[in-house]
T-cell receptor, first 116, second 111 residues
Framework: KAGVTQTPRYLIKTRGQQVTLSCSPI?????VSWYQQTPGQGLQFLFE???????NKGNFPGRFSGRQFSNSRSEMNVSTLELGDSALYLC???????????????FGQGTRLTVV | GESVGLHLPTLSVQEGDNSIINCAYS??????FIWYKQESGKGPQFIID?????DKRQGQRVTVLLNKTVKHLSLQIAATQPGDSAVYFC??????????FGGGTRLMVKP
């Protein structure tokens, strides 16, 4: 079974631009979550999707948005990029969403975004 | 655990010794906990998980202990190997699949 696939792996953007990152979950997984990882703030939750619906959202500005498609693939978008958005963006997939049967989240390799 | 994410504490151990990595979590309502290992340039890799109705769980060379009274998790790695060198994160879950991560501990294994 293929793991979580994130594209692209590396990205360089200019301040003010927008960016779209893609995540393909493990086959059969319907829950996708996104995280931002920086040296200063560590790993922080952005949002999570299940069945094409956003279920939870972290404490990030509205410039950060996402969506999930019917095949469970997910994208996140950051508009009006700022230098502080430079980070590793990680996607994680899970088989189920919440509940007593929840299991581990599997992470992709991440997309390294550099804003210049 | 709250993601302080500023200075990573480092645990340095000799190859073959046992390692213990500790983590304090923040939400007493959290009912599921996971330990992840992250190597340079890679995403976090699942190591072991534990639910709040347990206080101990063992895997291959790893054991997780959960103390809900003091909101504390620990990861024990037996016979630590150079390949265990990485940053280790604990994560707590209390809503959906949302994970709150601790700040991480860097494990360095000396040959």
């Amino acid at each position: 079974k293929a793991g979580v696939t994130q594209t692209p792996r590396y990205l360089i953007k200019t301040r003010g631009q927008q960016v779209t990152l893609s995540c393909s979950p493990i086959s059969g997984h319907r829950s996708v979550s996104w995280y931002q990882q920086t040296p200063g703030q560590g790993l922080q939750f952005l949002f999570e999707y299940f069945s094409e619906t956003q279920r939870n959202k972290g404490n990030f500005p509205g410039r950060f948005s996402g969506r999930q498609f019917s095949n469970s693939r997910s994208e996140m978008n950051v508009s009006t990029l700022e230098l502080g958005d430079s980070a590793l963006y990680l996607c994680a997939s899970s088989e189920v969403w919440g509940g007593a049967g929840k299991t581990e989240a599997f992470f992709g390799q991440g997309t390294r975004l550099t804003v210049v | 655990g709250e993601s302080v994410g500023l200075h990573l504490p480092t645990l340095s151990v000799q190859e073959g010794d046992n390692s213990i990595i500790n983590c304090a979590y923040s939400n007493s309502a959290s009912d599921y906990f996971i330990w992840y290992k992250q190597e340079s340039g890679k995403g976090p890799q699942f190591i072991i998980d534990i639910r709040s109705n347990m206080d101990k769980r063992q895997g291959q060379r790893v054991t997780v202990l959960l103390n809900k009274t003091v909101k504390h998790l620990s990861l024990q790695i037996a016979a630590t190997q150079p390949g265990d060198s990485a940053v280790y994160f604990c994560a707590e879950n209390n809503a959906g699949n949302m994970l709150t991560f601790g700040g991480g501990t860097r494990l360095m294994v000396k040959p």
